[in-house]
C-alpha cells in the first residue's frame, strides 16, 4: 500500500476537480492520498465522497504559504479538523487578501497594456483560490503570452511588472494553527529552502514531520531528509506535489509513492 500525500486540485491552483484527482489515483495504485490545496479546505468532502467507492483512503490536509521574512517556507497540515470554525475563518482572511492582491495585479496588467478583467481571470478561478496560475491562464486566452510560463517570465513573475507581493503567514504561526485545528504541522519540500538553517526553528516551535520524498528532491537530498528525520525524531511524509501536467510539465500523480507505514505513524502521532 503506497500513498500520495501532496495533491491540489481546482480548489486552489489544481487543474482537476477533487473527485477527478481521486478516481486518477486508484488508477495509478495508491491506497491513500491528501489533499493539500493552498490556504483552503473546500476540496476535503467532495474527494470524501468520492472515494466511498473506491476504496481509496483520503487525509485531510492542507499546505499553508508561508514566509520567514527571507524565503517561502511551506507548512503541510495532515489530519486536520476541516469543520473547525476558528481555522476556517481564519482562512477566510487569507482568501480575501489574495482577491485583493489579483485585482491589483489585473490593474497593474492593464496599465501596461495587458487588457485583462477580474471576470476574464475568475473564469479559471473560484473566488475562494485566486493564483497566479488563473491570471496567467487569462493573459493567454486574450493574446499577450503563449503558455503559463510565459505569462509568468514576462508580467506576474517575481521580479516582473505586474507582481505583486502576497500576504502570508509567518511559519511559526503555520504550525499553531494546524496544531489548534488538532492536525499534525510538516515541512513541505524542504530541499527547495535556500536557507535550511529555518528548520530547527521550526523544530522548536512545534513542527513534527518533514517531507522527505518529493518529486523536485533528488536522491541525495531525499538521504538526507530522512537521515535527518530519524535524528530529530520527525514524522517522515511524501508527495508528489501534483497540480496536473500543464502546470507541473509532466505527470506527477503517482511518481512519489510513501510506503503506508508512514501514514499509520502519523495517525498514531495524533493525540
Do not use: C
Amino acid at each position: 500500500m503506497f500513498g500520495d500525500l501532496h495533491i491540489h486540485t481546482t480548489k486552489s491552483d489544481g487543474m482537476h476537480k477533487p473527485k477527478e484527482v481521486v478516481h486518477m489515483a486508484k488508477k495509478v495504485g495508491l491506497s491513500v492520498i491528501a489533499i493539500t490545496d493552498h490556504d483552503t479546505l473546500e476540496g476535503i468532502d467532495e474527494a470524501i465522497d468520492a472515494s466511498t467507492s473506491l476504496d481509496i483512503e483520503i487525509v485531510p490536509g492542507i499546505e499553508l504559504n508561508s514566509y520567514d521574512g527571507k524565503q517561502d517556507v511551506h507548512i503541510l497540515g495532515y489530519f486536520i479538523d476541516h469543520n473547525n470554525k476558528d481555522f476556517l475563518k481564519r482562512l477566510v482572511e487569507i482568501r480575501n487578501s489574495r482577491i485583493s492582491r489579483a485585482k491589483l495585479m489585473i490593474q497593474k496588467l492593464n496599465e501596461i497594456g495587458v487588457n485583462i478583467n477580474y471576470d476574464n481571470v475568475l473564469k479559471y478561478a473560484k473566488e475562494s483560490y485566486i493564483g497566479r496560475p488563473h491570471i496567467a491562464k487569462a493573459i493567454v486566452e486574450a493574446g499577450y503570452s503563449k503558455s503559463v510560463k510565459e505569462s509568468f517570465d514576462k508580467y506576474i513573475g517575481e521580479g516582473q511588472p505586474a507582481y505583486i507581493e502576497r500576504y502570508r503567514l509567518h511559519p511559526f504561526e503555520s504550525i499553531k494553527m494546524i496544531k489548534d485545528s488538532g492536525g499534525i504541522p510538516v515541512l513541505a519540500h524542504p530541499g527547495l529552502l535556500k536557507d535550511k538553517k529555518i528548520i530547527s526553528h521550526l523544530i522548536k516551535n512545534g513542527l513534527n514531520g518533514i517531507e522527505v520524498y518529493h518529486s523536485k528532491h533528488d536522491e541525495k537530498d531525499t538521504e538526507f531528509f530522512k537521515d535527518f528525520a530519524i535524528e530529530n525524531n520527525l514524522l517522515i511524509t511524501g508527495g508528489s506535489d501534483f497540480h496536473g501536467i500543464d502546470i507541473d510539465g509532466r505527470y506527477l500523480l503517482g511518481t512519489v509513492k510513501l510506503d503506508y507505514k508512514h501514514v499509520l505513524k502519523l495517525k498514531e502521532s495524533i493525540k
